[in-house]
Nanobody
Framework: QVQLVESGGGLVQPGGSLRLSCTASGGTISSYTVGWFRQTPANEREFVATITWKNSITYYEIPVKGRFTISRDAAKNTVYLQMDRLKPEDTAVYYC???????????????????WGEGTLVTVSS
């Protein structure tokens, strides 16, 4: 079973940038559709972005579209989430997840993903 580890979270001022990493072990990350989700104490885990295993198609939640970029480095077995122009409302624990069934399609529900990392905290504050 693939295991995922997130890193790169931290404290950043509004308008700043962070790059999150999701590194896989026990599997080849380019074989899976990978999604990023985020969660705050008051809210359910919500979809942020995804990149498909076939053709690397990307899809974003509307509030982050144009500010966040998801990408994959097969050689490093890692998926990234570049986050620019960060806002206080982006503050959350960010999780990466993989759809290990290798289905075709774009998936924005947490129920579509079977493997999850432990999360990394992003705090946007002055």
């Amino acid at each position: 079973q693939v295991q995922l580890v997130e890193s790169g979270g931290g404290l950043v001022q509004p308008g700043g940038s962070l790059r999150l990493s999701c590194t896989a072990s026990g599997g080849t990350i380019s074989s899976y559709t990978v999604g990023w989700f985020r969660q705050t104490p008051a809210n359910e885990r919500e979809f942020v972005a995804t990149i498909t295993w076939k053709n690397s198609i990307t899809y974003y939640e509307i509030p982050v579209k144009g500010r966040f970029t998801i990408s994959r480095d097969a050689a490093k077995n890692t998926v990234y989430l570049q986050m620019d122009r960060l806002k206080p409302e982006d503050t959350a624990v960010y999780y990466c997840a993989a759809d290990v069934s290798r289905r075709l399609g774009i998936f924005d529900s947490r129920n579509d993903y079977g493997a999850w990392g432990e999360g990394t905290l992003v705090t946007v504050s002055s």
